[in-house]
Nanobody, 126 residues
Framework: QVQLVESGGGLVQAGGSLRLSCAAS????????LGWFRQGPGKEREFVAG????????RYAEFVKGRFTIARDNAKNTVDLQMNSLKAEDTAVYYC???????????????????WGQGTQVTVSS
C-alpha cells in the first residue's frame, strides 16, 4: 500500500497561485501512477492531473491546461501541483491518489485509484 499526505492548500485571491504537495510513503517501487483530484461543493470528484512516478508522462484535465503543472520533486519525494491563474471555480478540496496496479495510460476515473490522501482545501476568492 501507499500512504499519501497532501499539503499546501489555503485561501488565495482570483488570479493568484498555490502549490500543493503530495508526499507518498510505503511502497517503494515506481510502477504506479499518482493523480490529483478535486471535489467542489455539491459536485462529484473530478480528475485534475496525473503523472507517472518517474515523471516522464503527465496528463491534464482540459479545464486546467495552461494553468496547472504537475511534477515530481525527487529531492523531496513528492508530487507537486503548481496552480496559477486560479479562478473561483477552482475552489474545492484537492486530493492526491495512487493508481497502484496500472502500467498503462494515466487514468482519470476516481474508481481506478486505490489509495487516497485526506485532502487539502483550496479556496479562491473572487
Amino acid at each position: 500500500q501507499v500512504q499519501l499526505v497532501e499539503s499546501g492548500g489555503g485561501l488565495v485571491q482570483a488570479g493568484g497561485s498555490l502549490r500543493l504537495s503530495c508526499a507518498a510513503s510505503g511502497r517503494t517501487d515506481s510502477s504506479y501512477r499518482l493523480g490529483w483530484f478535486r471535489q467542489g461543493p455539491g459536485k462529484e470528484r473530478e480528475f485534475v492531473a496525473g503523472i507517472t512516478w518517474s515523471g516522464s508522462t503527465v496528463r491534464y484535465a482540459e479545464f486546467v491546461k495552461g494553468r496547472f503543472t504537475i511534477a515530481r520533486d525527487n529531492a523531496k519525494n513528492t508530487v507537486d501541483l503548481q496552480m496559477n491563474s486560479l479562478k473561483a471555480e477552482d475552489t474545492a478540496v484537492y486530493y492526491c491518489a495512487a493508481d497502484l496496479w496500472n502500467w498503462g495510460v494515466i487514468r482519470t476515473s476516481p474508481g481506478s485509484y486505490e489509495s487516497w490522501g485526506q485532502g487539502t482545501q483550496v479556496t479562491v476568492s473572487s
